[in-house]
């Protein structure tokens, strides 16, 4: 597979799209600007959604009780297991107060500075609920964020209104 991959990229995945959920899929697989050399473009017609394809398709495919993440963490000894329903449910909260609450819209830029924490996985995810094909940035320098989401590891450091399982969102 590795071989037909770097050998004929386009015939590879355009074979490997149908092995996620699209809600318009793509007829252009590799799109090549003849302008700029090294510039390309994949799925350019297409739209998926990254949140759905990770959670929802699960849970649609009956397998909602199913382990999804576990979180191990050698520091603290704390072990948690979340089923793909659970951390749909999470997802789904978080996105609508980032979009409902706090005013995230398609194409604005989210910070997210956590450490490898169950948190961290459903900040990452929330904004792809309603960023439906837009890439979403995080970049720390000049991404001019409309929010920046942290671990509060203190709760005196929180505000009790801007914490969210957690996060402290700014």
Known sequence: EYDSSVDNPEAFWGGEVKNIHWF??????????????????????GTTNTAYNCLDVHVNQGHGQRTALIYDSPLTGVKTK???????????????????NLGVNVGDRVIIYMPMIPEAIIA????????WSDPFLLNFSHCGSVLRCAACLFQDWCNPFCCFWGLCLT
């Open 24 to 45: 318009e899929p793509p007829t252009k697989i590799l799109s090549k600007d003849p302008d700029k050399p090294y510039s390309y473009q994949w799925f350019a017609d």
């Open 82 to 100: 979340f089923s793909y329903q659970e951390l749909l449910d999470k997802v789904s909260t978080f996105a609508g107060a980032l979009k409902d």
């Open 124 to 131: 990452m995810v929330s904004p792809f609920k309603f960023l």
